[in-house]
């Protein structure tokens, strides 16, 4: 009895909403599901292209690094989920993708500035872009430094995971996280809508100004405060 099934099963499908949602080309990305009780994770193994993917395929490791279970060779930024998994024990999915519009404010050092109220009722703050890495980082364990140039960021900003769950890793691309899978892979989805729509606007005005803080308040209160009233 494989006592992974379940978090092989989860991020096969977080995997497969990934091309279905336009956010990857061929091999591009991957998704990870965690349980912290057993302290492993599922990812998407290395260089396999979607259509060949099966939950079986997915290897699970723990928040070290070690392969637990599966024959294939693991993501290459499977230390980086690990990294994030063993400091944040509500996150229960990881994504990252290059998807076009986030992955292009990564090089250009920029926070995707809270623009309007569809960046609002996601998330008040402007979304993290965490510094590039110094060389000694980039050479020693990269993608383990990618967990923790994340972390750090987020630190430096005085955010909570919990607060923020999406960043731009400097010069590479996003990362998106949640409580599970599903929120993760929508997470990722909402990130690259935000950063295109953020850039947009600096197209159709270079002088737009930031969200203004009493619309700010309304909107994420009208999703997320005491009296909410959006939805069912
Ligand atoms: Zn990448």
Not at 172 to 186: C, D, L, M, Q, R
Not at 203 to 221: D, T, V
Request: charged share 20%; proline share 4%; with cysteine.
């Amino acid at each position: 009895m494989n006592r992974y099934k379940h978090i092989q099963q989860a991020a096969y499908d977080g995997n497969m909403q990934l091309p279905k949602l336009g956010l990857v080309i061929f091999t591009f990305g991957n998704v990870s599901a965690a349980d912290h009780d057993l302290k492993v994770f599922a990812i998407k193994p290395s260089g396999v292209y979607y259509k060949d993917l099966s939950p079986e395929k997915m290897v699970v490791v723990d928040f070290d690094g070690n392969v637990m279970e599966g024959s294939l060779r693991y993501s290459s930024d499977t230390k980086t989920h690990a990294v994030l998994y063993k400091h944040c024990p509500g996150m229960g999915g990881i994504v990252h993708t290059h998807s076009t519009y986030a992955t292009a404010w990564a090089p250009a050092l920029r926070d995707i500035t809270n623009y309007g109220t569809t960046h609002d009722d996601h998330t008040t703050y402007d979304i993290p872009c965490a510094a590039p890495m110094n060389d000694e980082m980039i050479a020693g364990d990269y993608e383990h430094e990618t967990g923790f140039q994340i972390l750090n960021c987020l630190k430096e900003k005085d955010l909570s995971y919990k607060e923020i769950e999406m960043i731009l890793v400097g010069n590479h691309a996003p990362f998106a996280w949640g409580k599970t899978v599903e929120k993760a892979v929508y997470n990722a989805a909402v990130l690259e809508e935000l950063a295109k729509m953020a850039f947009l606007t600096e197209q159709i005005n270079p002088g737009s100004a930031r969200l203004k803080q009493s619309l700010i308040k309304k909107h994420y209160e009208r999703k997320h405060g005491d009296g909410s009233y959006y939805g069912q």
